[in-house]
């Protein structure tokens, strides 16, 4: 590569440029932070908290400081315990995993669970007969009838 220098001229002058713009915008991004914008804005003097809004705007407060930090809590468990933890959860992951996998597992005896089941569950109740049914069906559509207009 045996370019010559005049051809990366004009790219260190546009690097420049670049970079002054660049700062340029940033600064005036960062412009708009300065000045609290909630101290000049209007309240509505209608509102129910106008009063409480214009104390809070004008109160001045201390700003906090870095000793009011609190210390690190000494009553919870060490960084490493977390990792022990973590790494527990991940063996009974991969041990359920294993066990569950497909074709690890089959069915048998499937007759025996479902006798067992209809034992559990009771009796078997009798189809309603033919009588039983019509009687409900009329009965429905008695009470879905609606009442008679009423007498003018």
């Known amino acids: 590569m045996n370019a010559p220098h005049r051809l990366f001229v004009n790219a260190r002058a546009a690097r420049k ?3 002054v713009s660049f700062c340029a915008g940033a600064a005036s991004l960062l412009g ?3 000045g609290n914008p909630l101290a000049e804005a209007p309240v ?4 129910p908290i106008a009063a ?8 001045k407060a201390p ?10 809590p000494t009553d919870v468990r060490p960084l490493r315990q977390y990792g022990q933890a973590a790494d527990e959860l991940e063996r009974a992951r991969s041990q359920i995993e294993q066990a569950t996998a497909p074709q690890t597992w089959t069915l048998e005896n499937t007759e025996g669970f479902a006798s067992q089941a209809r034992r559990a569950a009771g009796p078997e ?6 009588a039983d049914s019509e009687a409900y069906a009329n009965e429905l559509r008695r009470r879905a009838t609606p009442p008679p207009p009423p007498a003018r």
């Open 17 to 19: 440029a670049v970079l």
């Open 32 to 34: 708009g932070c300065v």
């Open 44 to 47: 509505d003097p209608a509102s």
């Open 52 to 59: 409480e809004v214009t104390r809070a705007a004008r109160m």
């Open 63 to 72: 700003y906090p400081k870095f000793t009011d930090i609190p210390k690190v």
């Open 125 to 130: 109740l009798a189809a309603p007969n033919q």
